[in-house]
């Protein structure tokens, strides 16, 4: 079993910098892929970052190319997800997800869910 706990969201204005972090506990944290997801209310859950056990491989959404950078730092625990240049359409709760087989990007594809952290970019 694993558990999640997202921290570190929180209202920022459009351009503006914030950074995810996601500690977890349980079952061995490298042996996991980790991804990061969001969901805006009366939308689907949407992929929008993932990185491999080795750190390695990391995947992003289109639109997250560029501005989002996801990391781990497996003698803690933790994966982070550094957001540059936000924008409204950002606005989301964000989620981090453990997988340990499947492809990535799609949300059944992970097992273990923390509870999420709201984020809110202001134009």
């Known amino acids: 079993q694993v558990q999640l706990v997202e921290s570190g969201g929180g209202l920022v204005q459009a351009g503006g910098s914030l950074t995810l972090s996601c500690a977890a506990s349980?079952?061995?944290?490298?042996?996991?892929?980790m991804g990061w997801f969001r969901q805006a209310p009366g939308k689907e859950r949407e992929f929008v970052a993932a990185i491999r056990w080795s750190g390695e491989n990391t995947y992003y959404r289109n639109s997250a190319k560029g501005r989002f950078t996801i990391s781990r730092d497996n003698t803690k625990n933790t994966v982070y997800l550094q957001m540059n240049s936000l924008k409204p359409e950002d606005t989301a709760v964000y989620y981090c997800?453990?997988?340990?087989?499947?492809?990535?990007?799609?949300?059944?594809?992970?097992?273990?869910w923390g509870q999420g952290t709201q984020v809110t970019v202001s134009s």
């Open positions: 349980g079952r061995t944290f490298s042996s996991y892929t």
């Open positions: 997800a453990a997988s340990s087989s499947g492809i990535v990007t799609y949300t059944y594809s992970y097992a273990y």
